[in-house]
């Protein structure tokens, strides 16, 4: 009984003054975590140079062939070698059920300077790529705000940008994949060849089709600069109908923005941002902002300072690019509540982020599931003519600001047929006169208000409440984050016809887990979320 007590009490120290044990431990031995780690990386491309890339997917191939030999007994699920907690995945799928197959493919391998593509090997960063490509006048057509996520990881979970609304989703982005198989073959995917099915399901597939090996990737031609421009928004309507006009949702001939993007402060206070590739001229340069800069606000706290007049300024691309890395978003407020003050930044801003591997690395069981249980964290794909009614059940259920938004379309490649675990949207949702729906990300982070208030709340009721919201509009939840579904709601969210046909046709099943098993939280999320759900009488 005492010792139950203490370790409450301990519990409820360490929870009220999480920021101090993380600026003391966490920041320090994650500064020291992430040099250990470029420096493995650093290491792993040395010692790869000396072989081509033809020879590092022979190296993956072999091992496949290996365990094709092996008696079916003992053949264990394929999985990549990749360790779980570099994965930014919130969810830890247990990689020792699996046979492992390392896939230590780095490289940038070509640039099509003529198709406007480049080809890169999977486990190629977004900080990389941006840092290969900004400097000769391109970037990636979709990318991801986290400098650590991977191309690989992008291609076979979901990507979306602030540049959607103009390409659709990452999948969209991808002329080729190169893929191996089950049987140990090497396979390149188009949307035009044999192996077109494929193609189609890759995406959100998680692993589960085949190991990635190659990927050739759109790019854009850019400008040095985006130009951005702030509109505050002072209720629900006005953003919620900007943003259907200026994502060209009401009218296809829109001349939209290159990037667009909403942070929702309050119910009814917005700003959106709209932002340019653009040059610099001599009356510009006082209005830049590297916005990137450790000692700088974090981004959404400094797009908050537009939130009543709006204004201008010019951010050079990379940071545009990067720009919500340093407060992952604004999941580091919670983590640092005192984070974005001038002081600490000045200091210790340029310890920031803690690096989401070391976060992952050193979770227990007991802060997975306090996490799990005391935290949102969800991108959900819906019809941004929702919108409204997105963030109003996002408010009713977690209580938590900012909301993101950025409108992405998704297509209808194959005139309503199965086109991959996504559906086409239906025909009535299409901006007239294209194939295509304007659909919104919604990214909830945080933590919910009623855990902040010590108030009433079970985050099992709220995720399948969302859960059901986002069914019932017809949307889909990133699947890097936790799912509350039964596997028949699964398959109610997601359309797996084409998946099945293509599980059996590239013999998959017995060699990759299936979507739903690699994807479902590895706790009972259920039970945790009763266990840890506060209680009215508490
Ligand atoms: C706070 C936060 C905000 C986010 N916001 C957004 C957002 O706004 N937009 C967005 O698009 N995404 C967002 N994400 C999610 C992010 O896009 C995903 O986590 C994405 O999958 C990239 O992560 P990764 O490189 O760690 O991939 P991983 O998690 O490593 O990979 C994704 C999946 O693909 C499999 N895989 C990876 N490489 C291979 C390979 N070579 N062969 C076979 N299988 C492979 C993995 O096993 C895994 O199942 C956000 C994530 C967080 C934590």
């Known amino acids: 009984m005492v010792l ?45 140079v000396t072989t081509s890339h033809r020879q590092r997917v022979q190296k993956i191939q072999d091992q496949v062939t290996e365990w094709s030999k092996l008696p079916e007994s003992e053949r264990k699920p394929l999985c990549t070698a990749r360790p779980n907690w570099l994965s930014l995945s919130t969810t830890f799928f247990d990689k020792k059920k699996c046979h492992q197959v390392p896939i230590d493919l780095h490289d940038v391998l070509s640039l099509d300077r003529h198709n406007l593509t480049v080809t890169v090997e999977p486990n190629v960063t977004v900080r990389e790529i941006c840092k290969y490509l900004i400097p000769k006048g391109y970037t990636l057509a979709v990318t991801l705000e986290i400098g650590d996520a991977t191309l690989g990881g992008l291609a076979f979970g979901v990507g979306m940008t602030t540049y959607s609304h103009k390409v659709g989703l990452y999948q969209e982005a991808i002329v080729s994949y190169e893929v191996v198989t089950a049987d140990g073959n090497v396979i390149h995917v188009t949307d035009s060849n044999e192996h077109s099915d494929l193609y189609y399901c890759l995406p959100w597939s998680h692993g589960t089709l085949g190991f990635l090996v190659g990927l050739t990737l759109k790019i854009v031609k850019v400008k040095p ?38 942070t929702i402060y309050d119910k009814e206070e917005a700003v959106i941002m709209v932002g340019n590739f653009a040059d610099l001229d001599e009356s510009s ?56 003050h001038p002081v600490f930044r000045a200091f210790l801003g340029w310890l920031c982020p803690p690096k989401p591997a070391f976060l992952k690395f050193t979770t227990t069981q007991a802060v997975r599931e306090m996490t799990f249980a005391k935290q949102v964290f ?38 309503g047929a199965p086109q991959g675990q996504l559906r086409a949207p239906p025909q009535s ?57 039964s596997e028949e709601e699964f398959n109610e969210m997601f359309d797996m016809t084409l998946y099945n046909q293509v599980r059996t046709k590239y013999h998959c099943d017995g060699a990759f887990p299936r979507l739903y098993d690699k994807v479902k939280p590895e706790i009972d999320v259920i039970a945790i979320g009763e266990t840890y759900a506060v209680k009215k009488d508490e």
């Open 285 to 340: 340069k006082a209005k830049v902002n590297d916005v990137c800069w450790f000692y700088k606000p974090w981004f959404y706290k400094h797009v908050e300072t537009f939130s009543k007049k709006g204004g201008e300024e010019y951010i050079p691309l990379e940071s545009y690019l990067l720009r919500h890395n340093r407060a992952i978003f604004w999941v580091l407020e919670s983590m640092i509540p005192f984070g974005n």
């Open 429 to 485: 949702r299409l901006v007239p006169g294209t194939n295509y729906s304007m659909f919104n990300d919604l990214g909830v982070y945080g933590t919910p208000g009623p855990v902040e208030r010590r108030e009433p709340y079970n985050p099992t009721y709220a995720m399948r409440a969302m859960e059901k919201f986002t069914r019932d509009v017809g949307g889909y939840s990133f699947l890097y984050a936790d799912i509350f579904m």
């Open 225 to 262: 600069y985006v130009h951005m421009q702030y509109i505050p928004c002072h209720s629900q309507e006005e953003y919620c109908c900007k943003i259907m006009e200026l994502s060209g949702a009401t009218n296809k001939d829109t001349k939209v923005a290159d990037y667009l993007e909403v």
């Open 378 to 415: 969800q991108d959900i794909v819906m019809p941004l003519d929702t919108l409204k009614d997105q963030v109003d059940t996002a408010v009713k259920l977690f209580d938590t600001y900012p909301l993101l938004v950025y409108p992405c379309r998704i297509y209808d490649h194959k005139g």
């Open 4 to 48: 139950e007590q203490a370790k409450a009490r301990a519990i409820r120290w360490l929870e009220d003054n999480r920021g101090l044990v993380i600026v003391l431990f966490c920041l320090p031995a994650s500064f020291l975590f992430d040099i250990f780690i470029q420096f493995r990386i650093w290491l792993d491309r040395k010692l790869s």
